[in-house]
Nanobody, 121 residues
């Protein structure tokens, strides 16, 4: 079973930076998509950034130019570098990994427990 553990969240002043890490273990392969999502209170979880096995990246409009997702294959770790943070970035951030393999017609997905990011204005 795939395990994802996020770290690196915390408190930061507006304009500052944080780097989130997602450590992935227990996988024998089959993952092809890694992403960072965030969730505001009372809202649906939304995509912030993702990177595929081919290196293709996708960012939410709010993250473009400020955030960067990367993956260290050797360490099985996915990062989200967040710069120029704003108060509206305050949310709980989650790491997700998606498998090539399916169950019931849907790709298997694995989620971490999340890490809180709080940006003070």
């Amino acid at each position: 079973q795939v395990q994802l553990v996020e770290s690196g969240g915390g408190w930061v002043q507006a304009g500052g930076s944080l780097r989130l890490s997602c450590a992935i273990s227990g996988s024998g392969g089959g993952l092809y998509l890694w992403g960072w999502y965030r969730q505001f209170p009372g809202k649906e979880r939304e995509l912030v950034a993702q990177v595929s096995s081919t290196g293709t990246t996708d960012y939410a409009d709010s993250a473009k130019g400020r955030f960067a997702i990367s993956r260290d294959n050797a360490r099985n770790t996915v990062y989200l570098q967040m710069n120029s943070l704003k108060s509206e970035d305050t949310a709980r951030y989650y790491c997700k990994a998606t498998s090539y393999f399916t169950l019931g017609g849907e790709n298997l997905e694995y989620w971490g427990q999340g890490t809180q990011v709080t940006v003070s204005s």
